[in-house]
């Protein structure tokens, strides 16, 4: 079994204009990194022209899937019906993008078959992580 899963989804940029853009963006989740989600949007969707990725907690996607969530940088909210609003804050602005919550719940689930809510704390590799702090190779 993959410790790695990637699942692209599509996400609607909320803009001032009356139409929203949709771009492609790819959500990934690694075993090894068991409380954290990316969120990425490839460079041809970003202002700059290059890749822009966001980590934040699994714990607060899946919060805010059902009710506001978050207070940093990242916040998660549902909005109507069947859609998601995730919120990206930066010095340089504010990034919304709605996806379909379904999307999220399929991604969440595949990432808790993979690693149990809860059980997270059992597939951190703490020697690996304290070598990286310390700039050791193992």
Known sequence: MSSVIEQSVQAR????APRMETLPAMLSYDREYPFAVRMAFPAPATLEGTEVSWEFSRELLAAG???????????VRPFGYDRTVLEFHAP??????????????????RARELVPEGEEHLYLDVDRELSGLLGEDR
């Open 92 to 109: 340089e602005g504010i990034a919304m993008v709605h996806v379909r919550t379904e999307e999220l719940r399929r991604f969440l689930q």
């Open 13 to 16: 940029m909320v803009a001032s």
């Open 65 to 75: 899937v059902d009710d506001p969530a978050g207070e940093g940088d990242v916040r």
